[in-house]
């Protein structure tokens, strides 16, 4: 069985166009149209629908995509064991991550492992909680960082715990006080991520038994810190986001105290990946060796 025509497939949804996926896999629009009917014909039934918004996969495309993908992670895995056999280091790592950990963490890894590893491929998604939840889950990614605990099942590592802190912005009548009291989210405007993403706030005014004011929600971390500048209502965002800024905000800790734990998730297809492997091992490490010298 030819698995080419698997991986022309898993392009073109991925791309959601059999153009982008064309320029993608270096050959002409035709030809993946050809590969998708040939083998639309050999399964008997159809995979996509086309349409001027781009392609989707039909009901049946959707049963088979996670074999299609688990299909083409254990090639991939077998391609990379065959390359550790012969004393080679190649591969592709797909890595998930939400923004904290793709601004703050991210670079220092890759810059690392790509000197000790420089023919391995690393494919970087970024997107929030449930992107990367969803990928890991789909297979669309062979590791991804992740809230812990996770729903997802999944091989999870816990890498660091990381504080919640309130923000506000200048003038604030909280702005000399010590610590920002949770109980204000009640009253005072409250700006938050949207609901599938807001696992930090949510745990963390759930557990104080809170149910915040909700005047703005957005996707985007850095808009949410833009409107609490303009003194459009407070918001709760974890430290790792914050350091390093110099955003025209004030920073608070929580009382109660609240925290995250940022966990590095390994797909089940994937864990047993030599390059996948190798760079959950050097992610765990530059993290750790990170916290100790703070």
């Known amino acids: 069985m030819s698995i080419s025509k698997y991986e022309t497939l898993a392009k ?19 030809a993946v149209s050809h590969t998708i009917n040939n083998l639309e014909a050999e399964l008997g039934f159809s995979v996509i629908t086309r349409s001027r918004a781009g392609v989707k996969l039909t009901a049946d495309g959707e049963r088979i995509m996670p074999s299609v993908r688990g299909m083409l992670n254990y090639e991939e895995q077998l391609r990379q064991t065959a390359s550790a056999i012969r004393g080679l280091d190649s591969g592709t790592v797909r890595i998930g991550a939400f923004t904290s950990v793709a601004v703050h963490w991210l670079p220092g890894v890759i810059k690392e492992f790509q000197h000790d590893y420089p023919n391995v491929d690393l494919k970087l998604l970024n997107g929030d909680y449930y992107d990367v939840e969803r990928w890991i889950d789909e297979g669309s990614v062979d590791l991804g960082f992740v809230n812990v605990p996770t729903k997802i099942k999944c091989e999870c590592i816990p890498l660091m715990e990381d504080r919640l802190l309130a923000i506000l912005p200048h003038g604030h009548k909280f702005e000399s006080y010590p610590k920002f009291p949770l109980v204000e989210c009640e009253t005072e405007a409250f700006i938050t991520l949207l609901e599938e993403s807001n696992h930090d706030a949510n745990r963390a005014l759930a557990a104080a038994g809170i149910k915040p004011n909700i005047r703005f ?78």
């Open 12 to 30: 073109v949804v991925e791309l959601g166009s059999l153009t982008r996926a064309a320029d993608a896999l270096g050959c002409t629009q035709s």
């Open 217 to 294: 929600s957005t996707k985007d971390d850095y808009a949410i810190i833009a409107m609490v500048e303009k003194g459009l209502g407070i918001s709760i965002m974890p430290e790792l986001l914050l350091t390093g800024r110099h955003d025209d905000v004030v920073v608070k800790e929580l009382v109660p105290p609240s925290k995250r734990v940022i966990g590095l998730a390994i797909t089940e297809t994937s864990r047993n990946s030599p390059a996948t492997r190798k760079f959950a091992d050097y992610t765990v490490d530059w993290v750790r060796r990170g916290i100790a010298t703070v």
